[in-house]
């Protein structure tokens, strides 16, 4: 089974706008944690925000956070004031334990085209 | 601090040969960990390990070998090169608990 859903292969957004991207989780794991990345045409993947399991609060980077429904498994990033640089694939991806070590599972990802 | 570190960036193999892709990272990362990315599939687990010493499989580990004789370096190695394992291929590491993973730049591998 599937453990991280990205279910949006693609979107849109006009420069300016905010946009949220779509991630649901499957884990019997109380600890676990959800990370977003972003990768860029140029190929690197980049950090962008954490919310681990316990955390109370939501995830808030800059001009990202994430919307975290933990009833729901879902983990959803919100960039506010899309920027024509922020135009990339995006994947969703959780730590979960297996065996005692811990994995980092990540979903098939997104593209995101910011339209100016 | 370099972060972490992979070469080469690009190779090209031809079926059978075996080659080694190199990474290090300078942080003093207990974990780190190989993925291959292929269209349409995210990025999936080769090996990992926690420690020096320490490695294990992740979900695509056939056709490699890993070892981790330091902390700094983690060496993928490929036996017999398939056009399969044609991929970009990432190493990252973190700390061992509640840590951000970093990535490496990425090496693409064509196997003909």
């Known amino acids: 089974a599937q453990k991280i859903t990205q279910t949006q292969p693609g979107m849109f957004v006009q420069e300016k706008e905010a946009v949220t991207l779509d991630c649901t989780y499957d884990t019997s794991d109380q600890s676990y944690g959800l990370f977003w990345y972003k990768q860029p045409s140029s190929g690197e993947m980049i950090f962008l925000i954490y919310q681990g399991s316990y955390d109370e609060q939501n995830a808030t980077e800059g001009r990202y956070s994430l919307n975290f429904q933990k009833a729901r498994k879902s983990a959803n990033l919100v960039i506010s004031a899309s920027q024509l640089g922020d135009s990339a694939m995006y994947f969703c991806a959780m730590r979960e334990s297996q065996g005692g070590s811990e994995k980092l599972v990540f979903g098939k990802g997104m593209k995101l085209t910011v339209n100016p | 601090n370099a972060g972490v570190t992979q070469t080469p960036k690009f190779q090209v193999l031809k079926t059978g040969q075996s080659m080694t892709l190199q990474c290090a990272q300078d942080m003093n990362h207990e974990y780190m960990s190989w993925y291959r990315q292929d269209p349409g599939m995210g990025l999936r687990l080769i090996h990992y390990s926690v420690g020096a010493g320490i490695t294990d499989q992740g979900e695509v580990p056939n056709g490699y070998n890993v070892s981790r004789s330091t902390t700094e370096d983690f060496p993928l190695r490929l036996l017999s090169a398939a056009p399969s394992q044609t991929s970009v291929y990432f190493c990252?590491?973190?700390?061992?608990?509640?840590?951000?993973?970093?990535f490496g730049p990425g090496t693409r591998l064509t196997v003909t």
């Open positions: 990252a590491s973190r700390r061992l608990v509640r840590g951000e993973q970093y």
